[in-house]
């Protein structure tokens, strides 16, 4: 039971983490794989440039990771 229902607890947690933290400038990748950096957060959305000029708009939620600047 621990070794399948806390890992995945915890796993839900950090991205709920992540989902409240996103500010315009981040570096993020989606479920989907694309890159971009935020350009607007909204309550329930953000927009994300992908390209020059180029902005796309995902549900928070699908943002899965923020880069990190080398």
């Known amino acids: 039971w ?3 229902i806390r890992p995945a607890n915890k796993r839900a ?3 709920i983490e992540l ?6 400038g981040d570096k993020v990748v989606t479920a989907g794989g694309i890159h971009g950096k935020i350009v607007k957060v909204k309550e329930k959305t953000v927009d994300v440039e992908v390209g020059s000029g180029i902005i ?3 549900d928070k ?3 899965r990771r923020r880069l990190e600047d080398a």
């Not at 989902?19 to 315009?24: A, I, N, Q, T, Y």
């Open 56 to 58: 796309l708009t995902f």
């Open 61 to 63: 939620y699908a943002i």
């Open 2 to 4: 621990w070794i399948v």
């Open 13 to 15: 947690k950090e991205h």
């Open 19 to 24: 989902v409240r933290s996103l500010r315009e």
